[in-house]
């Protein structure tokens, strides 16, 4: 069994040094696709943290009683379990939303963090421990989300929350509302935080 | 054996606990979630009908405007959205779906005529998959607001009832502003809108005039 951390620990290492997005590069689908508005990635956020959070739990309390051969799917089982309920909470409450997340709430089933912390953390640790690092993986998850947010829907669209920021005349970039330009604002992002603070040997070797 | 037997059951019991949960959830909202989808397409059809409710509106007071303001009918299996005027004697105008392939994917709308289906009252667009600040730019008012007023006749000589042409001076009244860096959209609109437009006259229109 991994040696437990301390709650600080893990929530640096969710937020900081193990950040799921920006060290791990994991669940860039989403990252690019629910970024042009952040109020559609305040929601999206809202879902991954709970999803994250409560499966690594189950599957901590779980982790006991599940057999090793068929823990994979016990695991899907959970994860699609929760996103559902996420999914139709947000179609019941914030169905315009709902509608402009379209799939992308579904697809939370896959993202890689989610099974990634199953795997990794909550099935050799305790119900608390597993369910803080699913918190501090899915909010360094989202934090990443919001600052890509924050660059992407000024510059597209001119507003922020729907709130006009830009100077009148402003002329929006049509390309940072579309997958190019979060794949650009993604990838100067992960590589300033990589190379201006590397954490892994590798990052250090190619920051040089 | 013993093993194998325990993961079947552990699977088993963790699936029905888990399928119980999310059906519960599911029942619990299904309402909600119609509710909002019928409130949605009301909205949709007050809107083009020209009696808009306010957009922080409650879902109920749509509800009830809807009720007061707007009759659906079925002609030839189609439906047709009938609104009437404040005091519910007179008509206002017809409103009907229409939909089509837009560039990325399927574009859903609703338009209305007037009463002697000769003018366009209103048309929006509500679901859709153009591309943000381009394709999706149908549903800005900017955009719908032309439609007003068209003439649903073909000008002498033309095939279709209206044209989408680049934005500049010197346009026909048949000819409107299409949208700037989405051709692609623009011509899947005016394909469609077009045609079921045509199709109402052609079909719908003439049974109802029958009747």
């Given at each position: 069994?991994?040696?437990?951390?301390?709650?600080?620990q893990?929530?640096?290492?969710?937020?900081?040094?193990?950040?799921?997005?920006?060290?791990?590069?994991?669940?860039?689908?989403?990252?690019?696709?629910?970024?042009?508005?952040?109020?559609n990635?305040?929601?999206m956020?809202?879902?991954?943290?709970?999803?994250?959070?409560?499966?690594s739990?189950?599957?901590?309390?779980?982790?006991?009683?599940?057999?090793?051969?068929?823990?994979?799917?016990?695991?899907t089982?959970?994860?699609?379990?929760?996103?559902?309920?996420?999914?139709?909470?947000?179609?019941?409450?914030l169905?315009?939303?709902?509608?402009?997340?379209?799939?992308?709430v579904?697809?939370?089933i896959?993202?890689c963090?989610?099974?990634?912390?199953?795997e990794a953390?909550?099935?050799?640790?305790?119900?608390?421990?597993?369910?803080?690092?699913?918190?501090?993986?899915?909010?360094?998850?989202?934090?990443?989300?919001?600052?890509?947010?924050?660059i992407?829907?000024?510059?597209?669209?001119?507003?922020?929350?729907?709130?006009?920021?830009?100077?009148?005349?402003?002329?929006?970039?049509?390309?940072?509302?579309?997958?190019?330009?979060?794949?650009?604002?993604?990838?100067?992002?992960?590589?300033?935080?990589?190379?201006?603070?590397?954490?892994?040997?590798?990052?250090?070797?190619?920051?040089? | 054996?013993?093993?194998?037997?325990?993961?079947?059951?552990?699977?088993?019991?963790?699936?029905?606990?888990f399928?119980?949960?999310?059906?519960a959830?599911?029942?619990?909202?299904?309402?909600?979630i119609?509710?909002?989808q019928?409130?949605?397409?009301q909205?949709?059809?007050?809107?083009?009908?020209?009696?808009?409710?306010?957009?922080?509106?409650?879902?109920?007071?749509?509800?009830?405007?809807f009720?007061?303001?707007?009759?659906?009918?079925?002609?030839?299996?189609?439906?047709?959205y009938?609104?009437?005027?404040e005091?519910?004697?007179s008509?206002?105008?017809?409103?009907?779906?229409?939909?089509?392939?837009?560039?990325?994917?399927?574009?859903?709308?609703?338009?209305?005529?007037?009463?002697?289906?000769?003018?366009i009252?209103?048309?929006?667009f509500?679901?859709?998959?153009?591309?943000?600040?381009?394709?999706?730019?149908?549903?800005?008012?900017?955009?719908?607001?032309?439609?007003?007023?068209?003439?649903?006749?073909?000008?002498?000589?033309?095939?279709?009832?209206?044209?989408?042409?680049?934005?500049?001076?010197?346009?026909?009244?048949?000819?409107?502003?299409?949208?700037t860096?989405?051709?692609?959209?623009?011509?899947?609109?005016?394909?469609?809108?077009?045609?079921?437009?045509d199709?109402?006259?052609?079909?719908?229109?003439?049974?109802?005039?029958?009747?």
């Amino acid at each position: 069994m991994a040696k437990t951390l301390s709650s600080s620990q893990i929530f640096l290492q969710g937020l900081w040094n193990d950040n799921p997005v920006l060290r791990q590069i994991l669940g860039i689908c989403s990252t690019l696709a629910v970024t042009n508005l952040l109020v559609n990635t305040l929601v999206m956020n809202a879902g991954l943290i709970f999803t994250v959070a409560m499966s690594s739990l189950t599957v901590s309390i779980l982790r006991n009683y599940t057999p090793m051969k068929i823990r994979m799917m016990a695991q899907t089982l959970i994860i699609a379990s929760y996103v559902i309920i996420v999914d139709i909470a947000i179609a019941a409450y914030l169905p315009d939303i709902s509608e402009a997340l379209g799939p992308y709430v579904g697809l939370i089933i896959t993202n890689c963090i989610v099974m990634g912390r199953c795997e990794a953390y909550a099935k050799n640790n305790p119900p608390w421990p597993a369910f803080l690092d699913g918190l501090a993986m899915s909010l360094g998850y989202a934090a990443v989300l919001l600052i890509i947010a924050v660059i992407r829907e000024p510059l597209g669209f001119g507003t922020l929350l729907g709130y006009r920021v830009m100077p009148e005349g402003f002329t929006p970039w049509t390309i940072m509302i579309m997958a190019p330009g979060a794949f650009f604002t993604l990838g100067l992002f992960a590589w300033f935080v990589r190379a201006r603070f590397p954490q892994s040997a590798e990052e250090k070797k190619r920051g040089q | 054996m013993k093993k194998r037997l325990y993961s079947i059951v552990f699977m088993f019991v963790l699936t029905f606990f888990f399928a119980a949960a999310v059906s519960a959830v599911k029942v619990y909202n299904e309402e909600r979630i119609q509710t909002n989808q019928q409130v949605k397409l009301q909205r949709i059809i007050l809107k083009v009908l020209g009696t808009p409710v306010k957009e922080k509106a409650p879902n109920r007071e749509v509800i009830q405007t809807f009720e007061k303001r707007v009759k659906p009918i079925e002609v030839k299996r189609r439906a047709l959205y009938v609104g009437y005027s404040e005091d519910g004697r007179s008509i206002t105008g017809y409103a009907f779906s229409i939909g089509g392939s837009g560039f990325w994917g399927p574009v859903y709308g609703m338009v209305s005529v007037d009463p002697e289906a000769s003018r366009i009252l209103g048309i929006a667009f509500y679901r859709h998959s153009e591309t943000p600040g381009l394709g999706a730019r149908i549903t800005e008012p900017w955009f719908t607001r032309q439609f007003k007023g068209l003439s649903v006749f073909p000008v002498e000589g033309d095939k279709k009832i209206f044209y989408l042409k680049p934005a500049g001076p010197g346009k026909g009244s048949n000819e409107l502003d299409a949208i700037t860096g989405a051709t692609g959209t623009s011509r899947a609109v005016e394909a469609f809108v077009n045609r079921d437009l045509d199709r109402f006259l052609r079909e719908t229109w003439r049974q109802m005039k029958r009747e």
